[in-house]
């Protein structure tokens, strides 16, 4: 299959790859008996949930309304909007619903939960309810000792909008190795069991339980009483994942097709038209040795030691090591970048160029809020 038909820079969805890094999750949750409802915040696109989902009718999570708006017209029925709710997003979240959507909502303080039940007395509704539970201390959530905890439970019980709990392991992603992930797994399933445990002591039970981040989604064991493991970048995979030990780059399946527009011989660096516009401006993580993405060939072979190390708006700079010169890559030799944060990369094109043994096919993304 050829890719020099293809306009540069683009972005590439290695098919095989896909179906692969979905089904070893699945088998990894199928191993302990757990729902998957899978993140598709990262490649926000209808195609690619449809490998995800199996069933568009499945559980999936979201990160934003327009996602939630697209997926539910594409046929996705039970949507975890994990993100904390906001008072002005009630109303689009009761029209989702009034539409044939269960849509899940999330918060971690009184005062959300006030709103959320002055909302639906109101309006006359119901609207399930998740309390975020902080695991590790990254990001949002309520401690599950947090006094706060029984207090929002009991005025959402009152008014029957109480489903259960939900966490998320951003702490996983400063992980030094495998075993570091493991235990932030099972720290992760610990702070949701103990908020459902200090629930249940006040006869509130929780119907959901739910866990994710990528890594401790695949490093995780046992996920016991845990009801549903949420993850997203699993599918695509990046150099994040890889960095950490999740996955080999190999494994990843989305990258930037560009080209060698240019050389600058004096300093052996060569120019590419492939810069921050198409690859993004995350350099991943502070123990990555690149910088805006891994190079590879034009067969997604990875070139060893050959990064992207600095880049423009539309000019991505890769400096050669003393083993090559710019005369080993012509002027309109096809690379592939491998992406540091798949997100962030493909938030930056429009859809993907999927390719698939000798078939290549157009997938749409879409963006905004």
Known sequence: MSLDSLQTPCLLLDKQKLLNNINRLNKQLARFNVTSRPHLKTLKSVNAAQYMLGDLSAPCTVS??????????????????????????????LDLQNQGITIHILMDSFEQAQFVHAFCRENDCQLSCLIEIDCDGKRAGIKSDDPQLI??????QSAE????????AGGAYDCRSLDEIRAMAQQEQAAVRDAASKLERHQISCDVISVGSTPTALLGEGFDQVTEVRAGVYASMDLVMADLGVCQPEDIALSVLTRVIGHNQEKNWLILDAGWMALSRDLGLASQPGGYGQVCDEAGHVLPGLYVNSANQEHGIVVLPNTLSTHDFAIGTLLRILPNHACATAAQHAGYQVISDDEMDYWTRFGGW
């Open 64 to 93: 934003t309304l327009q996602e939630a708006r697209q997926f539910a017209q594409a046929g996705c029925k039970d949507i975890t909007y994990a993100v904390g709710i906001s008072e002005h997003k009630l109303p689009e979240i």
């Open 161 to 168: 909008l109480f489903s259960g709990v939900l966490t998320h």
């Open 151 to 156: 207090a929002i439970a009991k005025i959402l």
